[in-house]
């Protein structure tokens, strides 16, 4: 009876402080801010407590029938007091197990599980024989082939730490994320606005873009003259920078305002509505309807091998034309049989470390809204557009072609089933960025190379996955964006590149001829800065658009 009232009391006082913990969150914070991650622990560490009332009273029954009765008489003249050894031992035992298992062997039974498990219990019964009966010869014995076993197990933990991964030559060439809004220009100091034209050679049309530190945006002709520009008269401008921004036929300007809002503005720059979500890096068109395609970001808690790990899933959202929201579509779900194991190893590594601890009772009392800066950011999405014609058997009309940063992966996706029906990259690319469709049926990408420090543009056969064209600058490393940056096609057959660490885009012919160049011409000379540029893209069919027909260049 005394076990059954000492497990009623644990567990109702867990109840009891996991009220009061939600209750004192949701009051000081607010309620939508009360984490998911407080119930789940809470609920992992209350059926900790049940499985270990289940074993440990059949497990004392047993050690003791098993005892010699000179052990018996000791347990009983309460001497040694068997019942905390028994606590220790189990309690050593699932969380070595939950920590080797679950962290350091890639979530798979293997041998080396098996085996480094082997040596826990051989642990724990030695620990058990040295406190009963320290003198017994084959203590040492126990104990010795117990360290044998465990040394694999940290040598495979040493070998797989994820701090290695976490400096790897990838990782390293991404911390500069959030994306830069300067980059350093000692060498291109003197170019400034388009430095190279070959009218003969280079596609005619119209340019838009904004710099990645400013809320404005440009239309600029092949010339290096603005035409017309956007802007917002705000008093704290970095809050509300445009990375991207995308032109519709009315004249209206879609522009992503640093993952805090939507905006459109009509041609003379009057905000027309703002929608508060968290949209990143892209969006586009549904011609068929007109609908908004975006990426939005936020905090969640899922369950990978029965684990509650944060993460920052990322959402596919469609909104009207007039900005309300339709539906979002969780990309976890669509493609969590894509994550590797190590993107969960590293959040799990990044909540255990002593280093991080700070960070991580931060994340618990309030959710950061920004996921890209931590370990919680496994996807890093940077594309969603909207296929508007049937080009192959595999891409139809009104797929999506999504590309994963992080996952070096793109794919498409049917956004009515919600599942990813075509993916491409996990060997090949390098931290990829905009996928686009082609007419041929190929895809092309952006394929920034962070390991390999140089960036090239591929354009792939979806059908076979053979590469059919490439572009690498000459020498490899005069073209590189470690970060950001595009592709577009253009009707002559030309490349518009953008190239985005370094505040630079060009267009080359088929081989690779530049035939156009440009420099962002905002700097800080002072200190031999320029303003980066996520994309630069070119408006090819003036036609179709009536606010640009007087703008022709």
């Known amino acids: 009876m005394k076990e059954k009232k000492v497990f009623i009391l644990i567990a109702g006082l867990m109840i009891f402080g996991t009220f ?5 969150t949701g009051l000081i914070f607010g309620f939508e801010e009360v984490p998911p991650i407080f119930v789940a622990f809470h609920l992992i560490a209350f059926l900790y407590v049940i499985l270990l009332f289940l074993i440990f009273i059949p497990l004392e029954k047993l050690l003791l029938l ?10 009983k003249s309460k001497k040694v007091h068997l019942r905390p050894i028994l606590f220790i031992c189990l309690t050593l035992f699932f969380v070595g197990s939950w920590i080797m298992n679950h962290y350091g062997f890639d979530y798979h039974l293997n041998l080396l599980s098996i085996i480094s498990n082997l040596g826990l219990v051989l642990l724990i ?17 126990i104990l010795f082939s117990a360290s044998i076993l465990i040394s694999s197990l940290l040598f495979s933990l040493i070998n797989h730490n994820p701090d290695n991964q976490l400096n790897s030559p990838s990782t390293e060439a991404l911390k500069s994320l959030p994306y830069a809004r300067w980059t350093l220009a000692e060498s291109t100091l003197d170019k400034q606005g388009v430095i190279l034209h070959n009218r003969q050679k280079a596609f005619k049309g119209i340019n838009i873009y904004s710099s990645r530190n400013l809320s404005t945006a440009y239309l600029m002709d092949m010339s290096g003259g603005i035409l017309h520009t956007w802007n917002v008269n705000i008093s704290n ?19 992503i305002a640093r993952k805090k809002m939507l905006i459109c503005m009509d041609w003379n720059s009057h905000t027309k509505w703002i929608r508060k979500i968290s949209s990143h890096h892209d969006l586009d068109i549904d011609q068929s309807n007109n609908d908004i395609y ?15 790990l944060p993460i920052g899933n990322e959402y596919i959202t469609i909104l009207s034309p007039e900005g309300k929201i339709k539906k979002n579509i969780s990309l976890y779900k669509i493609l969590k049989n894509e994550i590797s194991s190590d993107r969960f190893e590293r959040i799990i590594w990044w909540l255990l ?35 508007d014609q049937d080009i192959s058997p595999i891409i139809k009309r009104g797929h999506i072609l999504y590309c994963s940063m992080r996952l070096d992966l793109i794919g498409v996706i049917d956004i009515e089933r919600e599942k990813l029906i075509w993916s491409w990259g996990k060997r090949d690319l390098e931290g990829p960025h905009h996928p686009t469709p082609l007419e041929n049926g190929n895809i092309l990408i952006y394929d ?4 390999r420090g140089h960036t090239r543009i591929l354009e792939v056969n979806p059908l076979t996955n053979r ?26 057959g030309n490349t518009l590149l953008t190239e985005s660490d370094r505040g630079r885009v060009f267009e080359i012919t088929k081989d690779g001829e530049i035939v156009w160049e440009f420099y962002n011409p905002e700097m800080d000379k002072k200190n031999q800065t320029r303003a980066t540029i996520y994309r630069m893209m070119k408006i090819t069919d003036i036609e179709n658009y009536p606010y640009l027909n007087s703008l022709k260049n």
Not at 67 to 74: A, G, N, T
Not at 125 to 141: A, D, E
């Open 294 to 308: 975006t990426l939005t970001h936020d905090y969640e808690v899922v369950f990978h091998s029965l684990i509650p």
């Open 448 to 451: 920034n190379g962070t390991r």
């Open 353 to 387: 470390s002593p280093k991080h601890f700070a960070a991580r009772i931060e994340m618990a009392i309030k959710p950061p809204r920004d996921v890209f800066a931590r370990p919680t950011d496994i996807f890093h999405s940077n594309t969603v557009g909207v296929i």
């Open 66 to 75: 098993s005892l010699d009765p000179d052990i018996k008489e000791i347990y």
């Open 467 to 492: 590469i059919e064209w490439q572009y690498v600058g000459n020498p490899p490393q005069s073209f590189f964006s470690k970060w950001g940056g595009a592709s577009q096609r253009l009707p002559n």
């Open 125 to 141: 019964i030695g620990l058990v024989s040295i406190m009963l009966r320290p003198r017994r010869k084959y203590n040492f014995l």
């Open 237 to 255: 401008p970095e809050d509300y920078e445009w990375p991207y921004v995308k032109l519709l036929k009315n004249g209206d300007l879609l522009e």
């Open 20 to 24: 009061i913990t939600l209750l004192l």
